[in-house]
């Protein structure tokens, strides 16, 4: 696979057993040493590690605009893929537990649980708050970091969040408030001797979607890539800063499509996310709903079945049955820059940038790295 091939017509896959988000926590929290073959080797002989998931930093994006860049650019690296689909939500708590979605179960952003969709990163469903219905830390049991307990550096609004309870259950939660004070919390626990430090910035995601991929997207990448630089030049000696993110981006602004009347009529619910879309047919449906939307949206998405991803493992090679429970009957998977209109996916205010699907541009993600 080769990460600047943007018009190929087939969606890029997770590469679950090689260079992929999944496998890079482990040996970062257990024995840098042993780290995989295609890890940079300057990781290996660090005594400490600082792991920084910057939030829709695509390799692509990245690539774009490295004439801008100081820090970012100077770091060892490659790019490496995450998993399907191109979420937040399932990307992060691949990152931290290490495993595939088919295994820890967070399958989308939206997803359909007992006739209601959870919003996973509000954790609230049309009842409102679930996390007394839908226990976080029941719904996804895994560990994460194996089990260590890290510090995590993260804003202070998330700490009691039904995504962090999720994805990072018994971690230390480390507050910051601004960006200033996720470098200054990161040193200190370095400073503290911890061998291991996760950390997390969302700041750029959110400018891809509310502007787009434009100056402020531009604007945001030099301040990122400034920060990066002033963390590696204050790094002690012998510290390794390993980067990565959890998926790219694409620009859609206002290709909204609707799915048309004769589609919503085979539908019980919609999930996932714009860009894959996950469709749920009435009962004996789903083979009229997968030949409806060929016909009406195949030029603008692969139209894949819950079968064929199982069988192509695009959430890993191992699915357990309830993550397979969790899956649609047919999904909208974007590779044109647009998004899948569902009435009842809203938020705050309309997204420019998007993410979701399995093209290059959301697939590669850099991973990267370098020592203080």
């Keep these: 696979m080769d990460p600047e091939d943007h018009g190929s017509s087939d969606p890029v896959l997770p590469v679950y057993d090689g260079p992929c988000t999944t496998n890079l926590a482990t040996p970062l929290v257990e024995d840098p040493a042993r780290c995989p ?27 774009e605009r490295r004439q801008f860049l100081r820090g970012l650019t100077a770091m060892d690296g490659a790019a490496i893929t995450t998993v399907a689909p191109t979420t ?12 595939p979605p088919g295994e820890h179960g967070v399958v989308g952003y939206r997803i359909l649980v007992d006739g ?13 708050d679930a996390r007394e219905s839908l226990p976080p830390e029941a719904f996804q049991p895994s560990s994460p970091f194996e089990g260590h307990r890290p510090p995590v550096v993260t804003r ?3 700490r009691d969040s039904g995504f962090t309870r999720a994805h990072l259950a018994g971690c230390r939660h480390v507050p910051y408030r601004m960006p200033s004070t996720l470098v200054a919390e990161i040193l200190r626990q370095v400073g503290a001797g911890e061998p ?38 204050s790094l002690p000696a012998g510290v390794a800063l390993v980067i990565t993110a959890d998926h790219g981006q694409v620009e859609v602004g206002d290709r909204i499509v609707p799915l048309g009347a004769e589609i919503d009529s085979l539908l019980v619910a919609q999930s996932g996310e714009a860009r894959f879309r996950w469709l749920h047919a009435v009962p004996g449906a789903a083979r009229e709903l997968e030949d409806l939307a060929t016909e009406r949206h195949g030029d603008l998405a692969w139209v894949v079945t819950r079968e064929q991803v ?10 357990l049955p309830l993550p397979a429970s969790r899956l649609g009957d047919v999904a909208l998977v974007a590779r044109e820059p647009v998004a899948f209109e569902d009435p009842a996916d809203t938020g705050p205010f309309h997204l420019i940038g998007r993410h979701g699907s399995m093209t290059a541009e959301e697939v590669w993600v850099p991973l990267l790295a370098a020592v203080g």
């Excluded at 430090?197 to 434009?214: N, P, T």
């Excluded at 199982?310 to 699915?319: M, R």
Aim: with cysteine; glycine share 10%; charged share 20%.
């Design 196 to 233: 291991f430090v996760y950390a997390y910035y969302d700041g750029i995601d959110k400018v891809a979607h509310e502007y787009g991929l434009g100056g402020h997207y531009d604007a945001e990448l030099v301040f990122v890539d400034r920060m990066v630089e002033f963390l590696l030049e």
């Design 310 to 319: 199982l069988d192509e493992c695009w959430f890993g090679p191992k699915v």
């Design 88 to 99: 937040t939500a399932t990307a992060l708590t691949s990152i931290c537990t290490g495993l």
């Design 37 to 63: 073959e295609w890890m940079p080797d300057v990781v290996r002989g660090a005594e400490q590690v600082v792991f920084l998931v910057l939030d829709g930093l695509g390799w692509t994006q990245m690539q």
């Design 116 to 128: 209601d969709v959870l919003n996973v990163l509000r954790w609230s469903n049309a009842k409102g």
């Design 156 to 158: 202070a609004e998330f």
